[in-house]
Nanobody
Framework: QVQLVESGGGSVQAGGSLRLSCGIS????????LAWFRQVSGKKREGVGS????????TYLDSALGRFTVSQDYAKNILYLQMNSLKPEDTAMYYC?????????????????WGQGTQVTVSS
């Protein structure tokens, strides 16, 4: 079992920044992928970015490239999502997720454990 707890969401004006955190606890995985997803009510959940356990491979949603950065603090067991130049269309509930294995990707059903989510609201 792995537990994930997100924090850092809030309300910000367009052009602003937020850093989301995801605390990770529970069973250790030798090889894993961590990812951020977001979902707007009534719409499909989409992958925002992911990072592998080695920290040498990241993937991003096209609209997040150059604005969002996924990183991991191994000592603290925290996953981060630094979001800059936020836009109103970034408004969503943001979730972190983890799965075992080497291939990360953005397919939500392949991820095993999920956090409860943190709301991000960007006003124009």
């Amino acid at each position: 079992q792995v537990q994930l707890v997100e924090s850092g969401g809030g309300s910000v004006q367009a052009g602003g920044s937020l850093r989301l955190s995801c605390g990770i606890s529970g069973d250790a995985l030798n090889s894993y992928c961590l990812a951020w997803f977001r979902q707007v009510s009534g719409k499909k959940r989409e992958g925002v970015g992911s990072i592998n356990s080695d920290g040498d491979t990241t993937t991003y949603l096209d609209s997040a490239l150059g604005r969002f950065t996924v990183s991991q603090d191994y000592a603290k067991n925290i996953l981060y999502l630094q979001m800059n130049s936020l836009k109103p269309e970034d408004t969503a509930m943001y979730y972190c997720a983890i799965k075992g294995g080497r291939y990360c990707g953005d397919v939500d059903w392949t991820y095993t454990y999920w956090g409860q989510g943190t709301q991000v609201t960007v006003s124009s």
